[in-house]
């Protein structure tokens, strides 16, 4: 069954960096779009970034473009989210996701696999 595995989440202090990953097995990752969601406590799950199946387009949230940046390593199924001048709002559990459309994609609901998420907590 289709599985994904978040890793590289922790404490970091405000301005640092972290590299979250996210492998993928039991589907073929090459062919679908992925995205990288995070929910603070009390709040909805908002989009953070997207990535076409090769890699060739990407998109990102206003409220973390030119801090984030996604990519993605189709030989190893995996995503990454680099995550750079972390801010104490950037505080949530971070969430990877497959869409079988294969595409940049921004609504939750549009996605067909989940991870179980990486805690990131960011401090003042």
């Known amino acids: 069954q289709a599985q994904l595995v978040e890793s590289g989440g922790g404490l970091v202090q405000a301005g640092g960096s972290l590299r979250l990953s996210c492998t993928a097995s039991?589907?073929?990752?090459?062919?679908?779009?992925m995205g990288w969601f995070r929910q603070a406590p009390g709040k909805e799950r908002e989009f953070v970034a997207s990535?076409?199946?090769?890699?060739?387009?990407?998109y990102v949230s206003d409220s973390v473009k030119g801090r984030f940046t996604i990519s993605r390593d189709n030989a190893k199924n995996t995503v990454y989210l680099q995550m750079n001048s972390l801010k104490p709002q950037d505080t949530a559990v971070y969430y990877c996701?497959?869409?079988?459309?294969?595409?940049?994609?921004?609504?939750?609901?549009?996605?067909?696999?989940w991870g179980q998420g990486t805690q990131v907590t960011v401090s003042s």
């Open positions: 039991g589907f073929n990752f090459a062919t679908y779009g």
């Open positions: 996701a497959a869409n079988e459309f294969g595409n940049i994609q921004y609504l939750a609901d549009k996605y067909n696999h």
């Open positions: 990535i076409y199946r090769s890699g060739i387009l990407t």
